[in-house]
């Protein structure tokens, strides 16, 4: 026998008690961190080794869900060649699964027409799940091989804009009709072929295909056979429509612990579902965004990705923050001359403008808070402005006092003490006005406050502790 | 009639329409934000006018989860007035859906004996859902009320650490023996008196009580009768033990689209069950919690809460800042004899502390999610470190010498410009290894790297902006 059929051979011997234990561990108990890097240094030693029939034969053993995890944490070239080693039924499965980034670029990578066979793989809802990540032409080829009500399903779909219950509906649904009675009912979901993922409940509608209530499963099998749904179905349904905000759809189904619920037209027509998992996901995905939008980094942001694209994806940020810092510094040199005669000025000047950026930014994350779980309303703004307010002046008089106190002591001048402590003082009110303004403005415009709040807010702060404290101790001081 | 008596009629006449719209939504639409700040309008109104009897009426038409959304929403006077008309049933209801923040107000206000009395109408689920919120003294009163086994399994239960599965899991589920036949199964679930909510699937067990299966509740009608529970059970089963991380157990949730999920202990027997309702509720306070976290504010911080109490909570943010800018201006200090000689200086610093605070923000925010994801680990951080250390060192030339020549230009002094441009790129190499070696040594610490991570690196990034710029301007220009 030649070497490289030895070598999986032995690694294969080596690696046997782990890997036994995590196919054991698959079945029955839940997979932990470790148990994932432990499989993903196998899988990586795997592709190292160039070891193709072993990996194939690893990953037939892991199910969709974790290759897709596996991919995840592989730095790009080894994720490739996982990605080329996957049948195209497993491929599509998979892609459901990937980080927007991770999926983007295996797309990108792939011939087109495996990626036309993968897609092929995936069903109406499955599609619309990853449309915004194909390529507009590919996706129109997808489209086009699908049945004809598959196809016009998935164009309605698509057109909906992102961040919309429409977006995130899924296609299938269990209905009844209202004058069916329970043994028919149970025979509806005996007899489905297959039946649509997280299916709690049956949507009842009429002839018109109106939503007129609903049937939790276990119901069925609560009351007696000949009874009519009409008769016992429940009439208080959360719906949605197709054009409600997602994030509002995400936080009904935590008010009222919904599993699945029905998306209806004007005319209260079924038109889709809306299920747990897709709000988990998209809540998930907008949090994360969320987080990197604060940076200035987009949600698929590759950690993994090529080196010049990651340069150029920090770009805007820099500029814009180079800009704003740029401007801020702008009220330093207004008073150069003031900093020539106590350079002292220069050391404490960026305590003024610290101090005043970080009260901001606590008072935005309370406001931006309050606004996400709708808490702050035209009635109590007044109350917000004027709490928010009296703690600035409160911790301004104590810890700005304290802080021209140190001013003193260490340069001896009790004036640049009190310049100090009277910045302090102005600048936390400002920050606290601004604090609130801000994220309130970005709300009324419809925009994210979570995100422009703090640039806006850092830049004031800054400028105007700087405009203060040299200001105030050019009246003053010189 | 006398007055009293009127004002309520008139204003019940004016609000009719908008009454009757609310109601009838509630009952098939779904609640939109306007229609929650329409309903919060009228029930402020009522605690405004002090209109007690049409103020009951209108709370009795909620539900307790808007009851407890509305409550959110109230400043704190009107909130404790709403709360103290809520009868005993319908208070613990409620309790269940408010703010951290806003039910610990409530419960400080309450009278021992009513808040007994509330928490009775609570069961043992429900219970370990506050158990944190309530006096410890209250709570143990509370616990004995409870029948001997409830109060065994609270007991049991409230002892897991704070973020632990067991620390969220329910007591009650569905299970049934592996011997039973489907019908058997059928009769089961037909009989238990009240299903545990979001029952999807019966848990499987044998003779000792140990998990062996799950069987969904769809699959009871889709076999014939006299099958057996252990032919048709599926043993591919994601489950838990009571002392996994919440976080871990709630992305298994999303990878595997989980509705409900067994807790066993080391012998495989069942203790609880973890559900998708109170996963989602325990992500979204992490994700909340997190988010003021990062501003060094508490997860229960009051937006509406006593003045006093909102300025001491930002003591120890305040100071830790204070302190930090306090340190890095220190190095200013070391070189204000620089400074008097050229005082463009003092003007230009902040650009350099502050561009690298961003990008090390920046640095920071995809190493945390890459850690919260789990797609970092040792074997890929070798090229985690290259690819940001090159990215700072492109971005630092590119725009350091932007900002150098701007410099030069402004000040008429090329050695200016130089000085600037190597400072900026220093900086942000520096913020690179900070923005990636902070975050990850909080991971190991077991420490939340989204929390003390921008403390630190702003810190650096300041005190090395001010001391590589004035310390290579001292070298070179003075």
Known sequence: MTQPDERPKKLATRLAPVLEQLQRQTVVESV??????????????????????ALVRELNKLNKADIGHLLNMLPADKRHTVWAELPNATAAGVLLELNDAVAEDLIDLT???????????????????????????????????????????????????????????????????????????????????????????????????????????????RHPGEVMIRDCMDTDVVSFAPNDDAEDAGQAFERYDLISAPVVDEQRRLIGRLRVETIMDYLREVAESQALAKEGLKADTDLFGPILEGARERWPWLVINLFTAFLATRFISLFEGTIEQLVALATLMPIVASVG???????AALVIRGLAMEQIQAGNLGYVYRKELVISLLNGTLWGSLLGVFAWLLYGNPLLGAVMMAAVTLNLLLAALIGISVPLLLDRLHKDPAMGSSVVLTFATDSMGFFLFLGLATLILV
């Not at 932990?32 to 029939?53: F, K, P, Y």
């Open 111 to 221: 011939a087109v027409p495996r990626l036309l066979s993968i897609l092929e793989c995936l069903d109406s809802d499955e599609l619309t799940e990853i449309d915004d990540l194909i390529p507009a032409a590919i996706l129109q080829q997808a489209i086009n091989a699908l049945e004809a009500n598959e196809r016009r399903w998935v164009t309605q779909t698509i057109a909906y804009p992102e961040g919309t219950v429409g977006d995130n509906m899924s296609r299938d649904s269990l209905t009844i009709a209202e004058q069916a009675t329970i043994n028919e009912a149970i025979e509806r979901v005996r007899s489905a072929p297959e039946l649509p993922p997280q299916t709690d409940k049956l949507f009842v509608i009429n002839r018109h295909r109106q939503l007129v209530g609903i049937v939790p499963l276990v119901e069925l099998m």
């Open 357 to 363: 950026g970080n009260t901001g930014n606590q008072t």
């Open 32 to 53: 932990t961190h470790r148990q994932q890097q432990q499989r993903a240094d196998l899988i990586e030693n795997l592709v190292q080794r160039q070891q193709r029939a």
